[in-house]
């Protein structure tokens, strides 16, 4: 499985960006994919996630609201959609997949990175 991150950038404060994550094979229907974070000096955290089939997503509270996780099947994309950014969404963000095989998020991309200036 190859997870490709792209959309990241350079917005000012109250901005918006989309994040978009093309993945190999059927990925996107199968598995939960996730979008997680690392920001300069700290560690990954959980950003959202979506299920296989569509109906479940998921958020950390401090994003609900702000951001949204949105996928599409025929083009095995992810997709985080991300209002209102703050400088402290300034991070790296990664995309990854879990088979829900019982060892988490197998499969992560490089990262893209979002910079939020004040």
């Known amino acids: 499985v190859q997870l490709v991150e792209s959309g990241g950038g350079l917005v000012q404060a109250g901005g918006s960006l989309r994040l978009s994550c093309a993945a190999s094979r059927r990925t996107v229907s199968s598995y939960w994919m996730g979008w997680f974070r690392q920001a300069p000096g700290k560690e990954r955290e959980f950003v959202a996630a979506?299920?296989?089939?569509?109906?479940?997503?998921d958020y950390t509270d401090s994003m609900k609201g702000r951001f949204t996780i949105s996928r599409d099947i025929a083009k095995n994309t992810v997709y985080l959609q991300m209002n209102s950014l703050k400088p402290e969404d300034t991070a790296v963000y990664y995309c990854?997949?879990?088979?829900?095989?019982?060892?988490?998020?197998?499969?992560w991309g490089q990262g893209t990175l979002v910079t939020v200036s004040s």
């Open positions: 990854a997949a879990d088979p829900r095989s019982g060892k988490g998020y197998q499969y």
């Open positions: 979506i299920s296989g089939s569509g109906g479940i997503t």
